[in-house]
């Protein structure tokens, strides 16, 4: 085999790596980036979190916790979801 | 029973769970995508369940004949638009085409919120967003057509994942009764934070 086309497969691989890298990095950033915006959603506007302040609230506002839900999809996609992508990324 | 804007919420979070899902496939590629069984029937499946619920919420919160017909026919699509794609997922559809299914799925969910609001888009902030959302899902339709016609494409998949994340943003925003950009009718009633 030719230098030239060693150069150019490990070229190529390198390449494929790097991508690899990438998606991994965003497949395991989802959930927690996910997570975040539910949180910082919170901090916004701590009304909509009937829990904080539950004396009168009735059983559909206190299970209605809209940040606390988008922080439920992150947790559960991080969980749930990302830790198999990674594994079949990686092989 | 809980108020119409929790509902929105549920659905909200479905549509992000959705969104995610589709958008992690984006990333990874089908191929790695499709390694697990499980995996190529998770986010169909979700749009097939999403489906179903709807036909709770058109039992439920039938306002009237519009808001009925609106519900039913938005079930019937995702349903549809899910059974295709499980269809797909499970190899017992082979042509691309059934992708339209999700293409008319959008559509008449778009219309659908389009013709139960009966109120202007600066009435109140639900009625913003029925508007917003409905015109919305309309355009949003090209991305699943455009998959029909080319499957591998980037800008159709990625259109059609972030479609969903725009619209559980846009189902979280929704309040039974609140202003949009400081309009609020006076026959909407009193405001809510």
């Given at each position: 085999m030719s230098a030239e086309l060693v150069t150019e497969l490990q070229a190529k691989e390198r390449g494929a790596t790097r991508a690899?890298?990438?998606?991994?990095?965003?497949?395991?950033?989802?959930?927690?980036?996910?997570?975040?915006?539910?949180?910082?959603?919170?901090?916004?506007?701590?009304?909509?979190?009937?829990?904080?302040?539950?004396?009168?609230?009735?059983?559909w506002w206190l299970v209605s916790e809209p940040p606390l839900y988008v922080v439920l999809v992150g947790v559960l996609f991080r969980l749930l979801i990302a830790p198999g992508l990674v594994k079949d990324l990686e092989e | 029973?809980?108020?119409?804007?929790?509902?929105?919420?549920?659905?909200?979070?479905?549509?992000?769970?959705?969104?995610?899902?589709?958008?992690?496939?984006?990333?990874?590629?089908?191929?790695?995508?499709?390694?697990?069984?499980?995996?190529?029937?998770?986010?169909?499946?979700?749009?097939?369940?999403?489906?179903?619920?709807?036909?709770?919420?058109?039992?439920?919160?039938?306002?009237?004949?519009?808001?009925?017909?609106?519900?039913?026919?938005?079930?019937?699509?995702?349903?549809?638009?899910?059974?295709?794609?499980?269809?797909?997922?499970?190899?017992?559809?082979?042509?691309?085409?059934?992708?339209?299914?999700?293409?008319?799925?959008?559509?008449?969910?778009g219309g659908a919120f389009l013709v139960h609001e009966q109120q202007h888009w600066l009435f109140s902030r639900a009625a913003f967003l029925h508007h917003a959302l409905g015109s919305m899902l309309i355009v949003a339709a090209v991305f699943p057509l455009l998959q029909a016609f080319r499957p591998r494409s980037f800008i159709g998949a990625t259109g059609f994942a972030t479609t969903f994340l725009v619209v559980a943003v846009l189902l979280y925003c929704d309040r039974d009764t609140a202003a949009i950009f400081g309009h609020l009718s006076q026959y909407a009633g009193p405001p809510h934070r």
């Open positions: 690899a890298t990438w998606r991994i990095r965003i497949v395991r950033g989802l959930g927690p980036l996910t997570v975040l915006i539910g949180l910082a959603w919170a901090l916004i506007q701590p009304y909509r979190l009937t829990l904080i302040d539950p004396h009168g609230q009735g059983f | 029973m809980p108020h119409a804007e929790m509902v929105h919420w549920w659905f909200a979070t479905g549509f992000l769970m959705l969104g995610l899902l589709l958008l992690a496939e984006v990333v990874v590629g089908p191929e790695v995508w499709n390694r697990r069984a499980w995996r190529r029937y998770l986010w169909p499946g979700l749009v097939f369940g999403l489906g179903l619920l709807m036909w709770p919420v058109m039992t439920f919160y039938t306002n009237s004949t519009i808001h009925m017909l609106a519900h039913g026919s938005w079930a019937q699509a995702l349903m549809l638009a899910g059974a295709a794609e499980l269809g797909l997922a499970s190899g017992k559809l082979h042509s691309q085409y059934w992708r339209l299914c999700s293409a008319v799925g959008l559509a008449v969910s």
